[in-house]
C-alpha cells in the first residue's frame, strides 16, 4: 500500500517561499512509470493541478503556476518537495500530493490517480 504524507509550515508570510515535503511509504519515487502530483484547494475553489514529476526526474507544470513553481525529488530519502514562490494570500489552500501510474497533465479527477496524501493546510498572512 503506497502512502504519501505532506509536511510543511502551516503559515507563510507574504513574498515569502512556500516549501513542502510529501513523504512516500510503499513505493519508491523511481519505480518506473510512477508519477508525482501536486495538486492544491483553496477555500471554496476546486483542486487546482500545479505540477509534476516523473520517475525520472523529469517536471512538468501548470502554466499559470510555472514561473513561480519548482518540483525536486530526493530519492535517498524517497520524497518529493514542492517549492511556490512569492505567495500571496491567494496560494492558501489544503495542498496534496497523488500518485498515478499515467502522465496526466493538468488532471486533477480523484479516481485518476492511485493514491493521496491526506493534505496540508498552508495559510498565507502577515
Known amino acids: 500500500q503506497v502512502q504519501l504524507q505532506e509536511s510543511g509550515p502551516g503559515l507563510v508570510k507574504p513574498s515569502q517561499t512556500l516549501s513542502l515535503t510529501c513523504t512516500v511509504s510503499g513505493a519508491s519515487i523511481a519505480t518506473m512509470f510512477n508519477y508525482w502530483a501536486w495538486i492544491r484547494q483553496a477555500p471554496g475553489k476546486g483542486l487546482e493541478w500545479m505540477g509534476v514529476i516523473s520517475y525520472s526526474g523529469s517536471t512538468y507544470y501548470s502554466p499559470s503556476l510555472k514561473i513561480r513553481t519548482s518540483i525536486a525529488r530526493d530519492t535517498s530519502k524517497n520524497h518529493i518537495t514542492l517549492q511556490l514562490l512569492s505567495v500571496t494570500p491567494e496560494d492558501t489552500a489544503v495542498y496534496f500530493c497523488?500518485?498515478?501510474?499515467?502522465?496526466?497533465?493538468?488532471?486533477?479527477?480523484?479516481?485518476?490517480?492511485?493514491?493521496w496524501g491526506q493534505g496540508t493546510q498552508v495559510t498565507v498572512s502577515s
Open positions: 497523488a500518485q498515478s501510474k499515467k502522465l496526466i497533465l493538468g488532471a486533477t479527477e480523484r479516481n485518476l490517480y492511485d493514491f
